[in-house]
């Protein structure tokens, strides 16, 4: 059986997680496989511990965690070695955001620079789910090019750089999907 990824995206509170996290149970139900969670965000602050915690008390107790803020394609090994062969990365836009905050601070100004160092990061997960047969990627990402362009350099070079990646990946996706208040659509 051939691997397949499966890219979801959408606006914040959208629905797109608990719709990524809908599939991932069906795929378990109907094919008897495990589900591994990669979880990318971090708790800056006291609101987003609290949405981590929310977030980790509403998936299924059978559900591996796997922590992964910067290197998705070795959270997806780590689960398939753990015998998991549906994962949940939630979110691709929060690597993008955590690489980004990490890189070196003189490439802002260069959109092209930013995307040689980053965009690797998910052609290599891409690649890596290819190679493992009968693997369900689910990828859930921000759409974030129907709002105003930021003020500031960091946000415009955030929003350039994900809606890039974004293409990239859903160009590499068996479905695309696109969740707009709660509602999916699939694209692709």
Request: charged content about 25%; some cysteine.
């Amino acid at each position: 059986m051939a691997s397949e990824i499966i890219l979801i995206s959408g606006s914040i509170r959208s629905g797109k997680s608990d719709f990524a996290e809908s599939i991932a149970r069906e795929k378990a139900k109907d094919t008897g496989k495990k589900v591994a969670y990669v979880a990318t965000a971090r708790a800056g602050d006291q609101e987003m511990a609290e949405r981590i915690d929310r977030h980790r008390q509403k998936r299924p107790a059978d559900w591996l965690t796997i922590e992964n803020l910067y290197c998705p394609a070795a959270a997806l090994q780590e689960a398939y070695s753990n015998g998991r062969f549906i994962v949940l990365l939630d979110s691709m836009a929060m690597v993008v955001s955590n690489l980004l905050c990490r890189s070196d601070g003189a490439r802002l100004g260069s959109e092209a620079g930013l995307h040689v160092e980053i965009s690797p990061v998910f052609a290599d997960l891409c690649g890596h789910a290819a190679k493992l047969a009968g693997m369900s990627l689910i990828i859930v990402t921000e759409e974030v090019g129907w709002s105003l362009a930021p003020e500031n350099l960091l946000g415009r070079a955030y929003q350039n750089l994900l809606g890039r990646i974004n293409q990239e990946v859903a160009a590499q996706a068996a479905e695309v999907w696109l969740v707009v208040m709660g509602i999916p659509q699939r694209l692709k």
